[in-house]
């Protein structure tokens, strides 16, 4: 790990905008959906939940477009590692970079907009927890497929810098998943409360 750090200017302002974006992707989702959940402020301003979530939905991927672009800008300013610079690591890379992209797809097509999106947060709640693939392989699986994502473009750049991007893109989510996780189940725990008093 010393190796690497050994090829990382951390003080370039490239590697630091990437920084910010990976780690403030997840705090301004959680912020603005747990006002929303709180206030339905959202809801009552775009005239419906659906609409609400929809419009936070495409800042998200708007955010999330620009991280990416930081990520990559970061890998290109900054020197490529020799020992990972050959066609296995290329390979490799775009294998993982492959899976995680399936997991980061198949999570979207099984949860669909609202699902991904926070819509629980704008009181749009799905009927029953997904449990087909990819959550029946792992928890959280556009999380960690967007995580192989970033890591499989890192090995097929040969990119330290994208190596250590990865590492606080993998923190960062482990951070919502503590935050989220709680709350996503109470909202449920009410659902399923409220249901039965009925």
């Not at 629980?120 to 928890?139: H, N």
Request: aromatic content about 16%; proline content about 4%.
């Amino acid at each position: 790990m010393a190796r690497v750090f050994s090829y990382v200017d951390v003080t370039d302002s490239g590697f630091i905008a990437a920084v910010l974006s990976i780690a403030f992707n997840p705090f301004f989702w959680n912020v603005v959906a747990r006002w929303e959940h709180k206030t339905r402020a959202l809801s009552r301003g775009f005239g419906s939940p659906h609409t609400a979530c929809y419009c936070l939905g495409a800042v998200i991927l708007l955010l999330n477009c620009v991280r990416s672009h930081c990520f990559t800008e970061a890998m290109k300013s900054q020197p490529k590692l020799e020992g990972l610079d050959s066609h296995w690591a290329y390979y490799s890379g775009l294998a993982i970079m492959a899976v995680g992209t399936l997991f980061v797809i198949s999570s979207f097509l099984a949860l669909g907009f609202t699902g991904t999106f926070l819509g629980d947060y704008f009181g749009i709640l799905m009927e029953a927890k997904v449990t087909c693939f990819p959550f029946s392989i792992l928890d959280n699986p556009m999380y960690w497929g967007s995580t192989a994502v970033y890591l499989g473009w890192s090995l097929m750049h040969a990119s330290p810098a994208g190596l250590l991007l990865t590492a606080v893109v993998a923190i960062s989510y482990t951070i919502a998943v503590l935050y989220e996780g709680p709350f996503t189940e109470e909202i449920y725990r009410q659902k399923q409360k409220g249901a039965k008093s009925n």
